[in-house]
């Protein structure tokens, strides 16, 4: 098995001639009005055959994306709808009528669950989403290799569940940009992360006995998103300063062969 970073929280993963993606986007300006195109949101190397999403925040499902790379009829397994009305699920109506107008083959699963897809073995595991919307995090596993992504949980007590049930891993790819957010409708604002940093990254992936912990969900290019966004300054080196030689990042579009 190999993976390859394709920007802010997208992961392309390939085993046994098929590719599996991971909150995979092109487009997020939707929601960062700052955002402008570039090269640092990668597309996957060929059609994909399985997509996964972690939650549906427009940075982390973009349906339009989906639809342009999938094999006709590729499954897209993503966490339940949020409960409560339009008010409470604000952050995730966009990407819910996208995956409906794009007539994704989009399936609901619940946290442990496992599907066998091609050569890979997938399982949803428990995650906390920093504004309350649901989030799954995924194991995958195909070659004899292990991996795991964060998309932007926080941290939790759940960590130890998922060592006991899958460590070791070959590769952790987890948030580091510990964003701090003030959005309109979380009121009054936390002043604590809504997803990983630095520090909570590297207890987290040594909690997972991870081989390698590769940072995501940071963009060093896109210093200013979206007004009430406040991210760490310089992620990668403060993981490096925590997670010492288990740190290994990666730019965007390269690979990592788990197999080396």
């Given at each position: 098995m190999r993976v390859r970073r394709l920007g802010w929280a997208g992961?392309?993963?390939?085993?046994?001639?098929?590719?599996?993606?991971?909150?995979?986007?092109?487009?997020?300006?939707?929601?960062?009005?700052?955002?402008?195109?570039?090269?640092?949101?990668?597309?996957?190397?060929?059609?994909?055959?399985?997509?996964?999403?972690?939650?549906?925040?427009?940075?982390?499902?973009?349906?339009?994306?989906?639809?342009?790379?999938?094999?006709?009829?590729?499954?897209?397994?993503?966490?339940?709808?949020?409960?409560g009305d339009d008010v409470d699920n604000m952050t995730t109506l966009?990407?819910?009528?996208?995956?409906?107008?794009?007539?994704?083959?989009?399936?609901?699963?619940?946290?442990?669950?496992?599907?066998?897809?091609?050569?890979?073995?997938?399982?949803?595991?428990?995650?906390?989403?920093?504004?309350?919307?649901?989030?799954?995090?995924?194991?995958?596993?195909?070659?004899?290799?292990?991996v795991f992504h964060g998309g932007d949980t926080m941290f939790h007590?759940?960590?130890?569940?998922?060592?006991?049930?899958?460590?070791?891993?070959?590769?952790?790819?987890?948030?580091?940009?510990?964003?701090?957010?003030?959005?309109?409708?979380?009121?009054?604002?936390?002043?604590?992360?809504?997803?990983?940093?630095?520090?909570?990254?590297?207890?987290?992936?040594?909690?997972?006995?991870?081989?390698?912990?590769?940072?995501?969900?940071?963009?060093?290019?896109?210093?200013?998103?979206?007004?009430?966004?406040?991210?760490?300054?310089?992620?990668?080196?403060?993981?490096?300063?925590?997670?010492?030689?288990?740190?290994?990042?990666?730019?965007?579009?390269?690979?990592?062969?788990?197999?080396?």
């Amino acid at each position: 098995m190999r993976v390859r970073r394709l920007g802010w929280a997208g992961l392309e993963i390939e085993a046994g001639g098929k590719r599996l993606v991971i909150d995979y986007v092109r487009d997020i300006s939707p929601l960062f009005t700052a955002w402008k195109p570039g090269e640092w949101l990668a597309a996957p190397t060929g059609k994909v055959d399985v997509a996964l999403v972690t939650h549906l925040h427009r940075d982390h499902t973009d349906a339009p994306a989906l639809a342009e790379v999938l094999v006709p009829g590729a499954p897209v397994l993503r966490p339940a709808p949020g409960p409560g009305d339009d008010v409470d699920n604000m952050t995730t109506l966009l990407a819910e009528g996208e995956l409906t107008r794009h007539r994704l083959a989009a399936t609901v699963v619940d946290v442990w669950s496992t599907r066998e897809i091609g050569p890979f073995r997938v399982t949803a595991v428990p995650a906390v989403d920093g504004l309350g919307d649901p989030q799954l995090n995924w194991v995958v596993e195909a070659d004899g290799q292990r991996v795991f992504h964060g998309g932007d949980t926080m941290f939790h007590g759940y960590w130890w569940l998922i060592a006991r049930r899958f460590s070791p891993f070959d590769a952790v790819f987890l948030p580091a940009n510990g964003a701090v957010v003030d959005a309109p409708h979380l009121q009054p604002p936390s002043p604590l992360p809504a997803a990983l940093d630095p520090r909570q990254a590297a207890a987290a992936a040594e909690i997972l006995d991870a081989r390698y912990a590769v940072p995501i969900h940071y963009e060093p290019e896109q210093p200013d998103k979206i007004a009430g966004y406040v991210e760490v300054a310089d992620p990668e080196s403060e993981l490096r300063t925590y997670a010492g030689q288990r740190a290994h990042t990666l730019a965007v579009g390269e690979w990592l062969d788990l197999t080396m």
